[in-house]
């Protein structure tokens, strides 16, 4: 499998501020990560797929202008959430795509992910 | 549009008494089921991938079984480390997640 870290792995800010998250792929080259949004006690909801080189695609519902996503090199994608308000607190959590086989779909690997707190 | 249902929602069990977790589905076109188990506050952790109906797969106490509708996780005699939430999620251009089962195991 893949190995993804993530950083920070928690971090709390102010109302207004703009926060960015690191998701990085340590073991192979990454053409596309895709990042989460889990709300407490709910599911993994699809915010966007990100592919280097490229622009992000993201989810219906999702602001492309309130979450930037940036993937500069097949190691990293970057997820800035700017000018964060409460209601964008949430676990942040990125992952990989790798391997698939007999034409399926590759299996994700995720990684830790990053609890943001908005006061 | 692609929809996953996973039952039940939360499930206890005591230590070694064994049980199944149900996820159905509905996609056009299966291009994988995936297991994942998930630890509060951490990030899913991979367990299975399948890909086509009558496929099994196993990992220690976990036995993940698909049909060309639903998909089973056996657990077999678990242990209190085996609490977890598992999600079940199908696979096309994007994984779509299930609600998930939380599992609670008491020695």
């Known amino acids: 499998g893949a190995v993804v870290s993530q950083h920070p792995s928690w971090v709390i800010c102010k109302s207004g501020t703009s926060v960015k998250i690191e998701c990085r792929s340590l073991?192979?080259?990454?053409?596309?990560m895709f990042w989460y949004r889990q709300f407490p006690k709910q599911s993994l909801m699809l915010m966007a797929t990100?592919?280097?080189?490229?622009?992000?695609?993201?989810e219906q519902g999702v602001e492309k202008d309130k979450f930037l996503i940036n993937h500069a090199s097949l190691t990293l994608s970057t997820l800035t959430v700017t000018s964060a308000h409460p209601e964008d607190s949430s676990f942040y959590i990125c992952?990989?795509?790798?391997?698939?086989?007999?034409?399926?779909?590759?299996?994700?690997?995720f990684g830790p992910g990053t609890r943001l707190t908005v006061l | 549009e692609d929809q996953v249902t996973q039952s039940p929602e939360a499930l206890r069990l005591q230590e070694g008494e064994s049980s199944s977790l149900n996820c159905s589905y509905t996609?056009?076109?299966?291009?994988?089921l995936f297991w994942y188990r998930q630890d509060p506050g951490k990030g899913p952790e991979f367990l299975f991938t399948?890909?086509?109906a009558g496929e099994e797969k196993e990992k220690e106490r976990l036995k993940a079984t698909l049909t060309k509708k639903e998909s089973f996780l056996h657990i077999t005699a678990p242990k209190p480390e085996d609490s977890a939430t598992y999600l079940c999620?199908?696979?096309?251009?994007?994984?779509?997640f299930g609600a998930g089962t939380i599992l609670r195991v008491k020695s």
């Open positions: 999620a199908v696979g096309g251009n994007k994984l779509v």
């Open positions: 399948l890909y086509s």
């Open positions: 073991d192979f080259q990454a053409t596309t």
């Open positions: 990100s592919n280097e080189g490229s622009k992000a695609t993201y």
């Open positions: 996609v056009s076109g299966l291009r994988g």
């Open positions: 992952s990989v795509s790798y391997g698939g086989a007999r034409g399926g779909s590759d299996t994700q690997y």
